[in-house]
């Protein structure tokens, strides 16, 4: 079982760009298909990206694609999804989540097994 502990998250100001950070603890991470979600206040929980273990195929939501990049090492057991020209409808609590059992990147959460608890990004316009 593995256990993930989110970091990276703070505020920032519209246009900047911001690292997040899952560590995992527990198993090794290459052994998981690896995902980060988001969630607003009053609003559903929504894919960001998604990466594979094995050779790091990644899938990212639309609406997101060109100013999220994940990427993971697995030699450091850790995910990272790189923010760039935030917004402030990017602010959201940020998950991320480990599909032991995957083949593709999946931005499904009901494809995940295990959650972190989140770390909150906001941003100021």
């Known amino acids: 079982q593995v256990q993930l502990v989110e970091s990276g998250g703070g505020l920032v100001q519209a246009g900047d760009s911001l690292t997040l950070l899952c560590a995992a603890s527990?198993?090794?991470?290459?052994?998981?298909?690896m995902a980060w979600f988001r969630q607003a206040p009053g609003r559903e929980r929504e894919s960001v990206a998604a990466i594979t273990w094995k050779i790091g195929r990644t899938q990212y939501a639309d609406s997101l694609k060109g100013r999220f990049t994940i990427s993971r090492d697995n030699a450091k057991n850790m995910v990272y999804p790189q923010m760039n020209s935030l917004k402030s409808e990017d602010t959201a609590l940020y998950y991320c989540?480990?599909?032991?059992?995957?083949?593709?990147?999946?931005?499904?959460?009901?494809?995940?097994?295990?959650w972190g608890q989140g770390t909150q990004v906001t941003v100021s316009s």
């Open positions: 527990g198993d090794r991470l290459s052994k998981y298909n």
């Open positions: 989540a480990a599909d032991r059992h995957g083949v593709a990147p999946s931005l499904l959460p009901e494809d995940y097994d295990y």
